[in-house]
């Protein structure tokens, strides 16, 4: 009969425990000096071990081939065999979310008076017990605390904020933590040679990757991968995972650093005609940027990658960005993570938002920056006449407007309503209508940093109104 890869590798004993070795080693010595606790709360994402280190522990206490409790039950006992089979008398698995009320909670206290029928304890494991209710949980503590001797409890949960402190603390706790790719990648390459799969090794850490380090997700996946009946390459895990593609995300990114606003709209377009999702193009975008950030910071930072794009691939395209811009681009999509959750038409978000990222991706500042000594043409001091106020410098209104196209897109507004009235090395007036004044003092510590940013140099600025010039 068929057993799928999670079920058929489920770790039999703790040595067999991936990724949890401090875990692993308190329940070991927990068991060798025989100091059992009466009540274990393991805690964890889904796919760390919580369940199998349950009827690992279930199965080393009754374990009828040793004379009392061991850290390697032998797995060929009646107690251990009807323990792997959930088919035990004395070992009860419970799912917490269809049995979570009180008159549950009641009758689990009441059965747990009886003896084990033929086992040295009776043991209780609760899957998923945040899912009972307060009144259940409340009604569990007195027996949690002082249950009787022979009973054994173990709550499972992957959300221990729901549990009730009270519960907690009537418990040994145990934190499985989601397992690194270099462990799954390690335990995906033990069961593939076994099962004679063939998968490349980039598509084997890919595969790591997606599963947000749960093995038994990465284990179901490489299940379905294995149907293909050839070898298994990273476009096939990104096909089958749903994830975005190393070549669709380099292909986004290097259309978002060039500015080619057609490539970048067909590249998105292309993504949700396939079915990816806004937030999932987002996201992944996000991860590579983050990416992109270490790359550009640190050498020898391969083991650090966790985007879907490859180390030499961000080496390449790291080299033509500066981190100034990186980092802008990160804060970018950051910001439109909430917006596009709370947005209508995701999709339509998703292309203004990478419209925006190429803007602020494009090496504005340094264009932009301007020689210390400006040519005799231009004046140092603004001509104080009513005719000059409207007169000026080509060269000013397109040093303003790299300005404003260099700021976020929520400045620009205010920036228009301004205009360039005198520059130099380390200073700049801008002249405004009456009406927004105002807001501009208010702003002023704001404009002159997008001010400077864009001009590459520091730079003091003075807003005016066209009445004080005029004047």
């Known amino acids: 009969m068929y057993q799928p890869l999670h079920l058929k590798y489920r770790p039999k004993n703790l040595q067999e425990l991936v990724g949890q070795d401090t875990i692993k080693t308190t329940l070991t010595n927990a068991i060798t000096s025989d100091k059992i606790a009466q009540a274990y709360l393991f805690t964890g994402p889904r796919g760390t071990g919580k369940t199998s280190t349950a009827r690992i522990l279930a199965k080393s206490l009754n374990c009828l081939n040793s004379k009392k409790s061991t850290a390697t039950p032998c797995g060929e006992c009646s107690s251990c065999k009807t323990i792997d089979s959930c088919s035990s008398l004395d070992v009860t698995e419970i799912d917490a979310a269809s049995h979570n009320g009180v008159d549950d909670a009641r009758e689990l206290i009441q059965h747990s008076n009886f003896a084990p029928a033929l086992s040295r304890y009776r043991i209780w494991i609760l899957d998923e017990c945040h899912q009972l209710s307060t009144s259940a949980q409340n009604a569990l503590l007195k027996c949690l605390e002082e249950p009787p001797a022979h009973v054994v409890f173990i709550l499972c949960t992957t959300e221990a904020h729901k549990v009730l402190p009270t519960i907690i603390s009537r418990c ?272 002023l510590e704001s404009v002159q940093r997008i001010v400077t940013k864009a001009l590459g140099r520091s730079v003091t600025v003075t807003v005016k109104q066209q009445e004080e010039l005029a004047a």
């Open 172 to 443: 040994q706790n145990f934190n499985f933590r989601a397992l690194s790719v270099d462990a799954i990648v390690g335990q995906l390459h033990k069961i593939s040679s076994a099962e004679s799969i063939e998968i490349a090794s980039d598509a084997m850490r890919d595969l790591a990757r997606t599963c947000d380090g749960g093995l038994r997700d990465a284990l179901q996946l490489l299940s379905q991968l294995s149907l293909l009946n050839s070898e298994i390459t990273l476009t096939q895990v990104a096909e089958v995972s749903g994830s975005i593609s190393e070549q669709d995300s380099i292909a986004l990114l290097k259309a978002i650093h060039s500015g080619d606003t057609l490539s970048v709209l067909q590249s998105s377009r292309t993504l949700i005609d396939s079915g990816k999702t806004p937030k999932l193009i987002l996201s992944s975008l996000l991860a590579a940027m983050r990416d992109l950030l270490i790359v550009k910071s640190t050498r020898h930072c391969q083991n650090l990658i966790a985007g879907p794009v490859g180390y030499s691939q961000l080496r390449s395209i790291a080299l033509h960005l500066d981190f100034e811009t990186i980092d802008a681009a990160c804060a970018q999509l950051q910001k439109s993570e909430f917006q596009l959750r709370t947005s209508t038409n995701a999709a339509t978000w998703l292309e203004v938002c990478l419209l925006n990222l190429m803007l602020s991706s494009k090496p504005v500042a340094k264009e932009m920056r301007l020689p210390a000594t400006f040519p005799s043409n231009q004046p140092d001091k603004f001509d104080k006449t009513p005719q000059k106020i409207e007169a000026y410098s080509p060269d000013f209104e397109t040093t303003w407007a790299q300005v404003v196209a260099a700021a976020k897109p929520g400045n620009r507004s205010l920036l228009n309503r301004a205009q360039i009235a005198e520059l130099s090395a380390d200073s700049c007036v801008l002249v405004v209508e009456r009406k927004y004044a105002n807001k501009f003092q208010s702003h």
